[in-house]
């Protein structure tokens, strides 16, 4: 189609549009927005007429280079390390996915301008066509890897994984709550126009690096649709600004959805690109190089900053704040030896670091040696069993980290915990901000405004917790995450498959003291021991240090 004609078809999609006027519409999913109807302008129209023949032509270049990846030997080559950390990933990746699906029709009665419905109801159909090729290229991985056990079970898995569950959290913030909170600040404001830099153009290249040029065709295929779903985020933006009783909310969104796409999205992602790679060529970019370049000079400078002409308040010290997280505080070091401690309690095998990582890692972050090598080292010693347990039950100078109530990634970053009673549970947060989160923002009221269509963050959100007092072979045994033989362990704290004595069992976990809930722990002190227990607490690290026996 001519682009005269796709901009006439789009006029005319308009004038199909009606206000009902035989009874009063209902909404399922409401808002505390306010919008009055207002002639903002698709920056990019689309019709299904010329949509579909331009996906369909990117679905041939998908499965076609899925089918050249088989001809050619893609599995022969692949580094192991990296394959089994996107058995996580490719796990979590599509909730995210189908859930923006599902929030665009959250959107359409509560932005009342026909135009952008056009625009989400687009998005819908690219989210659900993301999450289709995200799920083939899992099912291409399981039935040509090696080790296809993990990639076969884990949409039942993840939602119940020691670091699955994390992500998802983050894919249900699309759609629970106020619908312009989760739909349009949360998803495309933030989630997409910043963070999917990392998810979806970073990655791929790494994945690359690592012989994988399957995760890069699908990933920038699912890119190429950002742009437009940037567009409906920023028009809905736009006409919420119009309106100056909006700016309180735009203000408590903006730093919540910030805060949770960093800690969630850095962790996981930072995570796969440092610890999952085998390529430690000098001149490759790490994660807070790409996170700077992508995020912070991208996404803040040329993105957000000029938005602030129209009134919307930046949270400049939580973007600062979190390049300090990355940069001086470890913040990506830390979730990765989070998850390797717990290695036990995944379904995919986390190779250990070797000579050449530390080097790498030393050259691009200075000093990482000293915070994490010697735990690392622990790590490669106790991968292998020989009458000791896995490292979570070994004295490694390492205590176990609290959950953030929110979030659900641990308070890692030691001095940064929080604690607050709220709902009367004792909770304890990673930092101050998510605290802030459940505490004030997620509540009916906020700064004296009735806000009844907040979410609260209310359940069973702590792993641990579901688990308190169990033997560690019975968690795995209920989580499911255990081979053919009914005993061997589909995780494993390294790559070697060939010979079955290097192979932990659940036999192995049985001698393990059973596996304590820090939260449980943590409600069950009594107020002096509880400040006590926290003043110590963010004296401890980096990586996860007890802190000093002498108080210093």
């Given at each position: 189609?001519?682009?005269?004609?796709?901009?006439?078809?789009?006029?005319?999609?308009?004038?199909?549009?009606?206000?009902?006027?035989?009874?009063?519409?209902?909404?399922h999913?409401?808002?505390?927005?306010?919008?009055?109807?207002?002639?903002?302008?698709?920056?990019?129209?689309?019709?299904?007429?010329?949509?579909?023949?331009?996906?369909?032509?990117?679905?041939?270049?998908?499965?076609?280079?899925?089918?050249?990846?088989i001809?050619?030997?893609?599995?022969?080559?692949?580094?192991?390390?990296?394959?089994?950390?996107?058995?996580?990933f490719?796990?979590?990746i599509?909730?995210?996915?189908?859930?923006?699906?599902?929030?665009?029709?959250?959107?359409?009665?509560t932005v009342?301008?026909p135009?952008?419905?056009?625009?989400?109801?687009?998005?819908?159909?690219?989210?659900?066509?993301?999450?289709?090729?995200?799920?083939?290229?899992?099912?291409?991985?399981?039935?040509?890897?090696?080790?296809?056990?993990?990639?076969?079970?884990?949409?039942r898995?993840?939602q119940?994984?020691?670091?699955?569950?994390?992500?998802?959290?983050?894919?249900?913030?699309?759609?629970?709550?106020?619908?312009i909170?989760?739909?349009?600040?949360?998803?495309?404001?933030?989630?997409?126009?910043?963070?999917?830099?990392?998810?979806?153009?970073?990655?791929p290249?790494?994945?690359?690096?690592?012989?994988?040029?399957l995760?890069?065709?699908?990933?920038?295929?699912?890119?190429?649709?950002?742009?437009?779903?940037?567009?409906?985020?920023?028009?809905?933006?736009?006409?919420?600004?119009s309106d100056?009783?909006?700016?309180?909310?735009?203000?408590?969104?903006?730093?919540?959805?910030?805060?949770?796409?960093?800690?969630v999205?850095?962790?996981?992602?930072?995570?796969?690109?440092?610890?999952?790679?085998?390529?430690?060529?000098?001149?490759r970019e790490?994660?807070?190089?790409?996170?700077?370049?992508?995020?912070?000079?991208?996404?803040y400078?040329?993105?957000?900053?000029?938005?602030?002409?129209?009134?919307?308040?930046?949270?400049?010290?939580?973007?600062?704040?979190?390049?300090?997280?990355?940069?001086?505080?470890?913040?990506?070091?830390?979730?990765?030896?989070?998850?390797?401690?717990?290695?036990?309690?995944?379904?995919?095998?986390?190779?250990?670091?070797?000579?050449?990582?530390?080097?790498?890692?030393?050259?691009?972050?200075p000093?990482?040696?000293?915070?994490?090598?010697?735990?690392?080292?622990?790590?490669?010693?106790?991968?292998?069993?020989?009458?000791?347990?896995?490292?979570?039950?070994?004295?490694?100078?390492?205590?176990?980290?609290?959950?953030?109530?929110?979030?659900?990634?641990?308070?890692?970053?030691?001095e940064?915990?929080?604690?607050?009673?709220?709902?009367?549970?004792?909770?304890?947060?990673?930092h101050?901000?998510?605290?802030?989160?459940?505490?004030?923002?997620?509540?009916?009221?906020?700064?004296?405004?009735?806000?009844?269509?907040?979410?609260?963050l209310?359940?069973?959100?702590?792993?641990?917790?579901?688990?308190?007092?169990?033997?560690?072979?019975?968690?795995?045994?209920?989580?499911?995450?255990?081979?053919?033989?009914?005993?061997?362990?589909?995780?494993?704290?390294?790559?070697?498959?060939?010979?079955?004595?290097?192979?932990?069992?659940?036999?192995?976990?049985?001698?393990?003291?059973?596996?304590?809930?820090?939260?449980?722990?943590l409600?069950?002190?009594?107020?002096?021991?509880?400040?006590?227990?926290?003043?110590?607490y963010?004296r401890?690290?980096?990586?996860?240090?007890?802190a000093?026996?002498d108080?210093?």
């Amino acid at each position: 189609m001519s682009r005269q004609s796709v901009a006439k078809a789009h006029q005319k999609i308009q004038e199909l549009s009606w206000e009902p006027q035989y009874h009063q519409p209902v909404s399922h999913y409401g808002t505390d927005y306010s919008f009055r109807k207002a002639q903002k302008k698709d920056p990019l129209k689309q019709v299904l007429r010329s949509y579909f023949p331009m996906q369909e032509e990117k679905d041939h270049r998908v499965y076609g280079a899925q089918d050249g990846a088989i001809r050619g030997n893609m599995f022969r080559q692949v580094q192991e390390r990296w394959l089994e950390w996107q058995k996580l990933f490719l796990s979590i990746i599509p909730l995210p996915e189908i859930s923006a699906a599902r929030a665009m029709p959250l959107l359409f009665r509560t932005v009342p301008n026909p135009e952008l419905h056009n625009g989400q109801a687009i998005q819908m159909i690219d989210e659900v066509r993301h999450s289709t090729i995200q799920q083939n290229l899992k099912r291409l991985y399981m039935n040509n890897y090696i080790d296809p056990a993990g990639f076969n079970s884990s949409l039942r898995d993840f939602q119940n994984d020691y670091c699955g569950t994390i992500g998802r959290q983050f894919a249900e913030g699309f759609i629970t709550g106020d619908a312009i909170t989760a739909a349009s600040i949360y998803l495309t404001i933030v989630a997409e126009t910043a963070f999917t830099n990392t998810l979806f153009v970073a990655m791929p290249a790494e994945a690359a690096a690592n012989g994988d040029y399957l995760l890069p065709t699908v990933f920038h295929s699912v890119q190429s649709d950002e742009s437009r779903h940037i567009s409906n985020g920023y028009a809905t933006l736009l006409m919420a600004l119009s309106d100056e009783s909006n700016h309180q909310l735009l203000q408590r969104d903006l730093r919540y959805a910030w805060w949770n796409n960093h800690r969630v999205v850095d962790a996981a992602i930072g995570t796969f690109i440092e610890y999952g790679t085998k390529d430690r060529r000098k001149d490759r970019e790490s994660y807070a190089e790409m996170w700077r370049r992508w995020i912070y000079d991208d996404y803040y400078r040329s993105y957000l900053v000029p938005l602030e002409k129209y009134g919307l308040v930046i949270p400049h010290d939580l973007i600062e704040e979190a390049w300090n997280q990355i940069w001086n505080k470890g913040y990506v070091h830390e979730v990765a030896q989070f998850f390797a401690t717990g290695w036990l309690a995944n379904y995919w095998r986390i190779d250990p670091m070797t000579d050449k990582d530390f080097e790498w890692f030393e050259y691009k972050y200075p000093g990482w040696y000293d915070r994490y090598g010697k735990w690392w080292e622990n790590y490669n010693r106790l991968s292998r069993p020989n009458g000791h347990h896995p490292i979570v039950a070994e004295d490694v100078d390492y205590q176990y980290p609290h959950r953030c109530w929110t979030c659900m990634v641990p308070c890692l970053v030691r001095e940064d915990m929080v604690m607050d009673q709220v709902d009367g549970q004792w909770r304890t947060y990673c930092h101050e901000e998510c605290r802030w989160t459940d505490a004030v923002a997620f509540r009916p009221t906020y700064q004296g405004r009735e806000t009844p269509n907040m979410g609260q963050l209310i359940g069973k959100r702590e792993w641990e917790t579901l688990y308190h007092g169990w033997n560690w072979a019975d968690v795995v045994s209920d989580m499911g995450y255990v081979r053919d033989d009914g005993k061997t362990m589909v995780a494993q704290p390294h790559l070697d498959l060939g010979d079955q004595k290097k192979m932990w069992t659940l036999d192995h976990l049985r001698r393990m003291p059973p596996l304590q809930s820090p939260n449980v722990l943590l409600n069950e002190m009594s107020d002096e021991d509880r400040q006590a227990f926290h003043a110590n607490y963010v004296r401890g690290g980096p990586a996860g240090r007890p802190a000093p026996a002498d108080g210093g």
